[in-house]
């Protein structure tokens, strides 16, 4: 039997018939739209993300891999905001030279990481779209935070201190791994930084009223801290000596992992401005083991952003990554 677009929702993307939704899912997959019950003392963060393959992931990647890090690069986006994420939709286009068994198969594979990433970070899939074409995944994706607690890019104020969350570069690192079948730790670790980032929605939830301005790490760290430098109207000037940068990241040598770590990409940490009256709070969560944070810069009077390494000044570009 064909497997068709029905037959692939009800049986592998639906929940199953024991499982237990929020009460705030009126009516989940099923109908021609969901029905949820926001909470009327909470503001909805809405955030949508479209990877397509061989562009954001490779096409002959694992299906449950490719489902993480399609879910977790949006739970990034609910971090960033300081969002609780709640529930999502699943856009999600097949090739069409695709069989029926072939499509059967992937898609089994691709729910299973779904289904266990969403269990991890407790939010539900309420609805979506299936269709033929360029293999890619999109999903919309909300979440709830108190009224005037969302994390911005516009708070940041000269004298604030800049800091990330993590270690930056290791999934630009992988890039040169990820066609790599040998076993090796410093290769599995890269990879799996690749594949199922650590999208920091605890530790944005956290950061509400500690922060002035937050963004996540998705096209690097010059080009994402420049984004709040715009939106806030300052400058940032940042000591790459402290950035924190993994071991293995280490390996591929001083200046690569400099160039990584700043402009990589595809990290999904937080950067994000503390002013310096809150920084004895953000000192308390992090002697609790609640927040890994590094203070990497200062905001200053002015525009843009300039780097300091080893004492003389760091040129490079701050694109980033450009969809276009």
């Known amino acids: 039997m064909a497997a068709g677009e029905f037959e692939l929702i009800n049986h592998y993307l639906k929940p199953a018939p024991d499982e237990i939704l929020p009460d705030s899912v009126l009516l989940g997959i099923g109908d021609d739209a969901a029905l949820i019950q926001p ?12 990877l397509v393959a061989d562009v954001h992931f490779p096409a002959t990647a694992p299906a449950d891999l490719i489902a993480e890090r399609s879910l ?34 992937w898609v089994a594979t691709f729910s299973r990481g779904l ?29 709830q935070v108190p009224p005037a ?14 800091l990330v969350t993590g270690c930056l ?18 290769r599995d670790y890269l990879r799996d930084r690749y594949y199922r980032p650590s999208p920091r929605v605890a530790e944005g939830q956290l950061l509400r009223k500690i922060a002035s301005s937050a963004q996540d790490i998705s096209d690097g760290l010059l080009a994402d801290l420049n984004h709040i430098c715009q939106a806030s109207d300052v400058a940032a000037e940042l000591d790459l000596d402290q950035l924190p940068m993994s071991a293995a990241l280490a390996e591929a040598g001083e200046s690569d992992a400099v160039r ?21 709070a953000l000192a308390m969560l992090q002697a609790e083991g609640k927040l890994e944070a590094t203070v990497i810069g200062r905001i200053l009077s002015g525009a843009g952003v300039h780097c300091q390494w080893q004492g003389d000044v760091y040129q490079s570009s701050i694109t980033g990554y450009q969809h276009f």
């Open 39 to 50: 909470s009327v003392e909470q503001h909805l963060a809405v955030a949508t993300d479209t």
């Open 169 to 186: 570069g290791d999934a630009a690192a992988a890039l040169a791994v990820l066609d790599d079948d040998s076993t090796d730790s410093r």
């Open 149 to 162: 607690e969302a994390l911005r890019r516009d708070g940041a104020e000269p004298g604030d201190f800049v």
């Open 260 to 280: 990584l770590a700043t402009s990589g990409g595809d990290d999904y940490e937080l950067v994000f401005t503390v002013a310096a009256e809150n920084m004895p």
């Open 72 to 105: 977790r690069v949006n739970l990034s986006d609910m971090a960033a905001m300081g969002a609780e994420p709640q529930w999502f939709t699943l856009s999600l286009t097949l090739p069409s030279e695709w069989d029926s068994e072939c499509r059967r198969d």
């Open 115 to 143: 289904k266990a990433c969403a269990k991890q970070f407790g939010c539900v899939l309420i609805g979506g779209d299936t269709t033929q074409g360029p293999l890619s995944v999109g999903i919309h994706m909300l979440g």
